[in-house]
Structures are given as structure tokens and as C-alpha cells.
């Protein structure tokens, strides 16, 4: 039979065999040729169309099918309309968040219709921030896309081109680098902040002519700190008293009364204990704490504050200081204060551009 409908030229496709019965599918065109081919061959046949009209049938005759497609094409057709995404590109050094405040003050931050979107406008405003030349704002599908096109950094002008190198610091001067212009000071030579190191010209046999003033310029610079104990302090002290409760939120918001905490003065650690569902619940303990006159014994807590003040010192020096010897100390006892003061000399650039740049300028001498 097969054969036979493969001679008068029908096209079979799918041929399957379910419990004796055989089924294939074939073109619209050719399905009459196959209807005599079957009436000749004496066979009863079944024919199910799976056109247009057979599928809307089919559907029509199933109310849950078609309740899904009507969901279907009406979805299809909103969702079509409406943008619910973006994405930005193009920007490295304007900031994203930039663009995105731009694009939330359109509304661009959910589902939005498509006829609601302003183009044209968010374009306009994107070109306005700093840094944009050009921003080009378009719809693909469902997404909002942003290409942003930087301006090229401005070249500006070294302002301190024809400015004098000056000292940031006081210093001893020890060497001086002139890569341009006139130093005005030499080794061993004493400088305050603000004194010129190397003036902006260059001088020759018959006067002096502008010329940028650049150099690398190094002192021993000394680092001075004061450390005051009195005999008798009052200190805020820990007195070993410990409170312990729970507090429940919901959706933050606290459930029941709030905690009633019999200290005055305290610490407080706070650590969450359970948390879902939007309930969180939180257990904090509260340590006491109390004003508390402390007696100092000089001989005893002298060496503990002067390796602490040490450490502080040394921290507050700049990272290119080159040390020069040990931390000096003075210390003097009177009737109800110690006194110390500590000195250090390091070797480090006082020339304003490096230091203003890098160097930490708190504590200089």
C-alpha cells in the first residue's frame, strides 16, 4: 500500500505503526491522491486534519486550552509592550550610577509601557551629565538599552609649572635634586614651612629667564610628641555586671514591650539568634559600666605608656621616611603629672609637590 501511494507521487512523512494500524501524514496537495489510492486499494481510513481551522476546533472544543491560549496571546501581546530591563554600556569613567538615577527619574526601573518611555528626553538628559558626549537610548524586545560615549579627558595645564618648589615642613636640608630651575638653599641649611627650596628661573651671566622649577628635595625632618598622665583620673570602668535579654522584630518592627536595661552607663553586643519568615530575633547583653577614680604608680604604668606612645609615633610617620637613629625621650615627674615628650629624626622629601601629594602633613615639626 505504501508503495502504491509512493508511485502515484504522495509524500509520506511519519510513517508509524500502532497495533496493526498504520499512520502517516502527508501534504494538503496530496491528500486527495491518497484518498483514491486508499478507495482503490479497498482500505478504510481515518483522515485528521492539522490545518488552521482543525487546530482552532480543537481548541475551541477545550475550555481550559483555550482559556491558556487566550492567556497566552494576550501576555504576548502586553508584555511586548511594556519594557522591564536595561542595560548600560560604553561608560568607563562616568559612573553607573550616574546613568541609572537618570533612567529611575523615567520611571525605567520596572514595567513601563513603551508609549510612556521619553526617548528623546532620557537621551537629552544622559548627554547633560558630566563627562558625556553622546548617549544613544533604544528599545530592543523588552529592554532599554543605553550606549554611552565619553568625552576624551581635557588636557589642562600644570598650574605649578612657573610656582616655586617650597618646604612643607621644618627641616635641615641634606641633598636637593634640581631636575629645573634655581635651588635657593643648600646641605645643612635650616627651612620653615613655606621657605622656596627652588625658585622658577633659571639664572645665567646676563639675568634670569622663567623656567619650571622641579626637584627632589630631602631633610631630616624631627617628629616631636607630648604624653600627659595625671595621678588621679576618672575612668569609665567595667564592673563585671551582665544583663541579658531578647528582643523579637517583625518586618522591623519590635513585637512587645521594649527592654528595660537597668544600667545607666554601658556596652552593649548584639548578635541575631533566628531570623526568617520576617520575624528576626535578636539577643543583646549589656555590660555595666561606672565612673571609677584610678591612682597611677608612675614607676609601674611609665614604661607600658611610653612603648604605646612609641607606636603611635612611629605610625604617624610618612611611608618614604628613611629612619636616622633611635625614638628620644624626656620624661619629668612633678607632685601629680608625668610628663613625656618624645623626639624623632627621620630623613624624608619636604619638596611641596611629592609631599602635599603623598606625605601625611600631621605631626610636623
Not at 510513517?15 to 484518498?35: C, M, S, V
Not at 483555550?66 to 568607563?92: E, K, M, P, R
Not at 615628650?341 to 600631621?362: G, K, T, W
Amino acid at each position: 500500500m505504501l508503495n502504491r501511494l509512493l508511485r502515484a507521487g504522495v509524500l509520506l512523512d511519519k510513517i508509524q505503526n500502532f497495533d496493526g494500524k498504520l499512520r502517516f501524514y502527508t501534504l494538503r496537495k496530496d491528500a486527495f491522491i491518497a484518498e483514491n489510492v486508499l478507495l482503490q486499494e479497498g482500505i478504510d481510513y481515518e483522515k485528521t486534519e492539522l490545518g488552521v481551522r482543525s487546530v482552532l476546533c480543537r481548541i475551541f472544543a477545550r475550555p481550559f486550552l483555550l482559556a491558556a491560549t487566550v492567556f497566552a496571546v494576550v501576555g504576548v501581546f502586553l508584555f511586548s509592550n511594556f519594557v522591564y530591563g536595561y542595560s548600560i554600556q560604553g561608560n568607563s569613567f562616568v559612573n553607573t550610577s550616574r546613568v541609572e538615577e537618570v533612567l529611575r527619574a523615567n520611571a525605567v526601573d520596572g514595567f513601563v509601557w513603551k508609549g510612556a518611555l521619553d526617548l528623546d528626553g532620557i537621551k537629552t538628559q544622559l548627554g547633560a551629565l558630566d563627562g558625556v558626549s553622546f548617549a544613544s537610548v533604544k528599545v530592543t524586545g523588552s529592554r532599554l538599552r543605553v550606549e554611552i560615549k565619553e568625552e576624551l579627558p581635557r588636557e589642562t595645564p600644570d598650574s605649578l609649572l612657573y610656582e616655586p618648589v617650597l618646604s612643607v615642613c621644618s627641616a635641615v636640608v641634606t641633598k636637593i635634586v634640581a631636575e629645573s630651575g634655581t635651588p635657593q638653599v643648600k646641605a645643612g641649611d635650616c627651612v620653615a614651612p613655606g621657605d622656596v627650596l627652588v625658585a622658577p628661573v633659571y639664572a645665567f651671566t646676563e639675568g634670569e629667564s622663567p623656567a619650571p622649577a622641579r626637584a627632589e628635595v630631602w631633610g631630616v625632618v624631627t617628629y616631636e610628641k607630648e604624653v600627659l598622665l595625671p595621678s588621679v583620673t576618672v575612668e569609665s570602668v567595667l564592673t563585671g555586671e551582665v544583663f541579658q535579654c531578647r528582643e523579637v522584630f517583625w518586618f522591623g518592627k519590635q513585637v512587645g514591650r521594649k527592654t528595660s536595661i537597668p544600667f545607666e552607663t554601658y556596652d552593649v553586643e548584639e548578635r541575631v539568634v533566628y531570623s526568617g519568615a520576617g520575624v528576626i530575633v535578636k539577643q543583646k547583653t549589656y555590660r555595666r559600666r561606672i565612673l571609677q577614680t584610678v591612682y597611677h604608680d608612675f614607676d609601674a604604668e611609665g614604661p607600658r605608656l611610653l612603648k604605646e606612645s612609641i607606636e603611635e609615633l612611629l605610625c604617624a610617620l610618612p611611608f618614604h621616611a628613611r629612619e636616622r637613629g633611635t625614638v628620644r625621650a624626656v620624661q619629668k615627674k612633678l607632685d601629680n603629672l608625668l610628663y613625656l615628650v618624645l623626639y624623632y629624626s627621620v630623613e624624608q622629601r619636604i619638596d611641596s609637590p611629592f609631599a602635599v601629594r603623598f606625605a601625611n602633613l600631621e605631626g610636623y615639626g
